[in-house]
């Protein structure tokens, strides 16, 4: 099955230094980890969860090869395969930084349990709220498909519905991605609620907007 977006080695430089990177972090890092690494942090960034180092350095390589895969893979399968010339620039951008971004992470988590002072609760809340800010930027160029975007019934069934629904969701994501990244200095409650409040909040609110402009569309026909 042919894939609908052109791959090339200028295209799949950037992802395969931070594939590589994660492996030379792995092997670097593991004979100097200690035996049981933190593998969580609370709002706090106080530790909360453990692992062994095996697991450490093993699961966020595969974790993020199996990402590019299945980025690499899913608009094959996708009944709007035809679409994806139209915004694979910014497909390859969003995969690409979303690779980065948990490339990152591994690092900080990897650094901080080798004895480095590494404000976790900053860098985690930081890092989140950036691929937030980023996938806003980027929505206003996506076009209808099934993986990836602001995908309701009514998104699905409308490409005039989507591209409305995702300008409202540029906005609402890089606003919740300010929030995101203020809120370590924040107190817990307010950082419970901007995580989770703000996600609820903002995936409702785009539900609901897109349910809205999908009838009005309806009852115009």
Not at 25 to 34: D, G, I, Q, R, V
Not at 45 to 67: C, D, K, Q, T, Y
Not at 69 to 97: G, V, W
């Amino acid at each position: 099955m042919k894939n609908p977006i052109n791959y090339s080695f200028k295209t799949e430089v950037f992802p395969f230094l931070i594939l590589l990177s994660t492996v030379i972090l792995s092997f670097w890092a593991y004979p100097k980890l200690p035996d049981l690494v933190v593998s969580h942090w609370d709002f706090a960034g106080h530790a909360n969860g453990w692992s062994s180092r095996e697991f450490h350095v093993i699961f966020s390589p595969a974790l993020l090869f199996a990402m590019y895969t299945l980025f690499s893979i899913m608009p094959k399968f996708d009944p709007h395969a035809s679409r994806y010339q139209e915004f694979a620039s910014a497909y390859r951008s969003i995969r690409n930084f979303i690779l980065l971004i948990f490339f990152v992470i591994f690092a900080a988590a990897t650094f901080s349990n080798l004895g480095y002072a590494v404000n976790i609760g900053v860098t985690v809340a930081g890092l989140v709220g950036l691929l937030m800010i980023i996938l806003g930027c980027y929505f206003r160029k996506l076009k209808q498909n099934f993986f990836i975007g602001i995908r309701t019934p009514w998104t699905l069934s409308s490409e005039n519905v989507w591209n409305k629904t995702h300008r409202l969701g540029s906005y609402l994501f890089i606003i919740w991605g300010a929030c995101l990244m203020l809120s370590p200095w924040l107190t817990t409650r307010f950082a419970f609620i901007i995580l989770f409040g703000g996600l609820v909040s903002v995936l409702a609110c785009l539900m609901i907007y897109s349910y809205l402009l999908y009838k009005k569309e309806q009852e115009k026909k």
